[in-house]
């Protein structure tokens, strides 16, 4: 079992397909696209022999290793790349000094790290794009569904219950722009050598950084990062922004499926049940994101040019931050994909309330406004 894995717990809090692309056999096989790709553009630059690289790409494949066992041996070095590159050069024979040369293995770690989360982000951004359809056809549905607007969770003027639901697609197709944007613009190579000097590569260090960008399919930075973290932090607050809408809309769901209120239904992933327990989940899976972004936050103060603990402590927030809003964006769409609306039961609240039976102002207009803005994409 993984360390930070539990049978017990992961049905409810690591749901969906995010989970395993951010597992062991995610990071040790991007690990190893590394390595490989590394030894292709020094073959290609004439650093190392042609026959080296092909030799290390041959042996570099995930069932030639144990992630387990690299994270035993890691407490000698503090960090898996240094037992994966043991390992890789002995299986390489005599192609094996040609593995990882001149690299540090942040270099190796960070751009496996960049290659997990474009991998991760493809289902985060999936089940989010579902989220939203299901939020812009309940707005269409009801866009004329008049109910109580509550605010300090106490009855307000009417609204309409399309209006509260657009109110949901804005927010998710808000925070799918944003993670697509980092996925796009800002997860990048690290190539730099010890110091982050490209020393180790004379002059042909740049063109190493653009070909292991283009073979990788990854971004080419201006400089090595290794202790400019915002390429984190601007991932760190993109999950987090998402799990944050997600837990907003499962929030509403829970609220109106409280018997007095009764003005929502389901949302379980068993569809004989009445109680809300995906958008319960799904807040219970969104609830570990602020405190983990908080972490990545205040790991960014690395040393000089290589961090001291920092980037160590990097590794497992970034990791849980995914899988739990992973989960979180999973169960939500459970919970919308299943969700009983009761348009009666909203009527009734609203005339025993006294209010106006009248919609609301301009509320079918913004409901239009927001469909329109959804339907035209990311």
């Given amino acids: 079992m993984k360390p930070n894995s539990s049978s017990l717990f992961d049905g409810v809090l690591a749901r969906g397909e995010v989970a395993a692309a951010v597992g062991d056999e995610a990071w040790l096989t991007a690990m190893l696209q590394v390595e490989s790709a590394l030894a292709q553009v020094q073959a290609f630059s004439g650093l190392i022999p042609q026959a080296d690289a092909d030799a290390i790409a041959a042996c570099a494949r995930p069932e030639h290793f144990d992630a387990a066992d690299l994270g035993a ?7 898996p790349v240094v037992p994966l590159v043991e390992t890789l050069r002995t299986l390489a024979g005599p192609a094996g000094p040609s593995v990882h040369l001149g690299a540090t293995s942040q270099d190796v770690l960070d751009t496996a790290g960049m290659l997990v989360a474009a991998q991760a982000l493809r289902p985060l951004l999936a089940d989010l794009a579902a989220c939203a359809d299901q939020a812009a056809r309940l707005a269409r549905e009801h866009r004329d569904t008049r109910m109580i607007g509550r605010t300090l969770l106490r009855q307000a003027v009417p609204t309409t219950f399309g209006l509260k639901a657009a109110g949901w697609l804005g927010g998710l197709d808000a925070a799918r722009r944003r993670l697509d944007q980092v996925r796009r613009e800002r997860l990048a190579v690290q190539l730099g050598g010890a110091a982050g000097t490209l020393a180790p590569f ?13 073979i990788l399919g990854l971004g080419e930075p201006v400089l090595p990062w290794h202790t400019e973290r915002t390429r984190i932090a601007d991932l760190a607050g993109a999950l987090g922004a998402a799990a944050g809408i997600v837990a907003k809309v499962a929030r509403d769901l829970t609220l109106m ?8 239904a389901g949302g379980s992933a068993a569809a004989d049940r009445r109680d809300p327990v995906a958008a319960v989940c799904a807040l219970g899976s969104a609830g570990s994101a602020p405190g983990l972004v908080a972490s990545l936050l205040a790991a960014m103060a690395h040393e000089h040019e290589r961090a001291a603990g920092a980037w160590h402590a990097e590794w497992r927030p970034l990791r849980e931050l995914f899988v739990c809003t992973g989960s979180a964006a999973s169960w939500l769409r459970t919970a919308l994909e299943r969700l009983l609306v009761h348009p009666d039961v909203m009527r009734g609240n609203l005339a025993r309330r ?11 207009v913004l409901v239009d406004r927001a469909l329109q803005a959804h339907a035209k994409g990311l």
């Fill in 354 to 364: 006294g209010r106006p039976a009248e919609s609301p102002d301009a509320a079918g």
């Fill in 202 to 214: 004379g002059d042909d260090g740049p063109d190493l950084v653009e070909g292991l960008a283009t």
């Fill in 257 to 264: 499926a409280q018997d007095e209120v009764d003005e929502a």
């Fill in 73 to 79: 041996r890691a407490e000698a070095s503090g960090n």
